[in-house]
């Protein structure tokens, strides 16, 4: 999971799970110490997970109550069988999100505390300085897709990627590679395939318009 990463991939996950939680000028993010981005970071995972279990407690008492009424007819008995696997791949999520709010403080205190607080802390400026600019950027690039309509955490996920690309200098390869790695912890299938392309599809771009 998170054990034996490396400061700056640490810091990408710090910033992506605090970013909707840390906010204020220049100079108050300046003055967030790492315990209240990890607290934030620990808050978005608890919740995330609470709201995750209560939806797979949904779906089962759903599959429950649809089996009660049927006379065991084999689509209600298939259909309620379906919404139990949902319900528990939910869950299964769900105790990820836990997981890695238990292990976040470790890996916190097996890193360089200095490097991770300050990266996490000028990514989450570069997203609020810069939102508007990287916004447009990624809205250019999106397919039949709004950004505003996009899942919170994939979107996150695309600032943070666009910011170290467009305003951080970090390697293209090496912001989508990251992107992608985080998507897949946080997000699905669909949600890491898609943010892989979108961001292959803003690199293109770039090089299109710098000629």
Same mark, same amino acid.
């Given at each position: 999971?998170?054990?034996?990463?490396?400061?700056?991939? $640490?810091? !990408?996950?710090?910033?992506?799970?605090? %970013?909707? &939680?840390?906010?204020?000028? /220049?100079?108050?993010? =300046?003055?967030? @110490?790492?315990?209240?981005?990890?607290?934030?970071?620990?808050?978005?995972?608890?919740?995330?997970?609470?709201?995750?279990?209560?939806?797979?407690?949904?779906?089962?008492?759903?599959?429950?109550?649809?089996?009660?009424?049927?006379?065991?007819?084999?689509?209600?008995?298939?259909?309620?069988?379906?919404?139990?696997?949902?319900?528990?791949?939910?869950?299964?999520?769900? $105790?990820? !999100?836990?997981?890695?709010?238990?292990? %976040?403080? &470790?890996?916190?205190?097996? /890193?360089?505390?200095? =490097?991770?607080? @300050?990266?996490?802390?000028?990514?989450?400026?570069?997203?609020?300085?810069?939102?508007?600019?990287?916004?447009?950027?990624?809205?250019?690039?999106?397919?039949?897709?709004?950004?505003?309509?996009?899942?919170?955490?994939?979107?996150?996920?695309?600032?943070?990627?666009?910011?170290?690309?467009?305003?951080?200098?970090?390697?293209?390869?090496?912001?989508?590679?990251?992107?992608?790695?985080?998507?897949?912890?946080?997000?699905?299938?669909?949600?890491?395939?898609?943010?892989?392309?979108?961001?292959?599809?803003?690199?293109?771009?770039?090089?299109?318009?710098?000629?």
């Amino acid at each position: 999971m998170f054990l034996n990463q490396k400061p700056r991939r $640490i810091s !990408r996950e710090l910033a992506l799970l605090s %970013l909707s &939680q840390i906010k204020g000028s /220049s100079e108050k993010l =300046e003055q967030q @110490e790492l315990s209240n981005l990890v607290l934030a970071a620990i808050r978005t995972l608890t919740t995330e997970g609470q709201d995750i279990l209560e939806t797979a407690a949904a779906e089962i008492t759903r599959s429950n109550e649809r089996l009660l009424k049927s006379e065991t007819q084999a689509a209600d008995v298939q259909s309620a069988k379906v919404m139990v696997s949902e319900a528990l791949e939910l869950a299964k999520g769900a $105790i990820n !999100r836990m997981g890695y709010a238990i292990e %976040l403080p &470790q890996m916190i205190q097996l /890193s360089s505390q200095y =490097e991770v607080r @300050e990266y996490a802390l000028e990514l989450i400026g570069t997203v609020y300085r810069r939102r508007l600019e990287i916004d447009q950027h990624l809205e250019a690039v999106l397919v039949d897709w709004q950004l505003s309509r996009l899942p919170k955490i994939d979107r996150d996920i695309l600032r943070i990627a666009a910011a170290e690309i467009l305003f951080l200098n970090v390697p293209q390869k090496v912001a989508i590679n990251e992107a992608v790695e985080m998507a897949k912890r946080y997000s699905d299938d669909d949600g890491y395939r898609f943010i892989n392309g979108v961001l292959r599809r803003l690199t293109e771009r770039l090089k299109t318009t710098n000629r």
